[in-house]
């Protein structure tokens, strides 16, 4: 396993932007399909964002689509989450993970065996 360490989070107010990284101690991350998830107090985790090892593909949860910009640098062992035109709705705890799944791309979370600790978005006024 990889380890994933999450890093950006804080308080934004609605409307606002705020971009997280995910930083990876393998130098071999380019082997990891990188994903993003969130959990809000009380809530299941849910998927949000995903992206191909080559950083070709992305995938996004329909909840942010257009808002949210997965990313990533291989040669810096990084994944990045840029968010815009944020709401409320996306306060919650953002974690990275990586999977080795055989699949080019896959938001399955039972696919991603390596997570990083959360990282905190509040958007608030």
């Known amino acids: 396993q990889v380890q994933l360490v999450a890093s950006g989070g804080g308080l934004v107010q609605p409307g606002g932007s705020l971009r997280l990284s995910c930083a990876a101690s393998?130098?071999?991350?380019?082997?990891?399909?990188i994903g993003w998830f969130r959990q809000a107090p009380g809530k299941e985790r849910e998927f949000v964002a995903v992206?191909?090892?080559?950083?070709?593909?992305?995938h996004y949860a329909d909840s942010v689509k257009d808002r949210f910009t997965i990313s990533r640098d291989n040669s810096n062992n990084t994944a990045f989450l840029q968010m815009s035109t944020l709401t409320p709705e996306d306060t919650a705890e953002y974690y990275c993970?990586?999977?080795?799944?055989?699949?080019?791309?896959?938001?399955?979370?039972?696919?991603?065996?390596?997570w990083g600790q959360g990282t905190q978005v509040t958007v608030s006024t």
């Open positions: 993970a990586a999977s080795t799944a055989s699949l080019t791309l896959t938001h399955s979370e039972a696919d991603f065996r390596s």
């Open positions: 393998d130098p071999m991350f380019y082997n990891y399909i």
């Open positions: 992206i191909t090892r080559n950083g070709a593909q992305t």
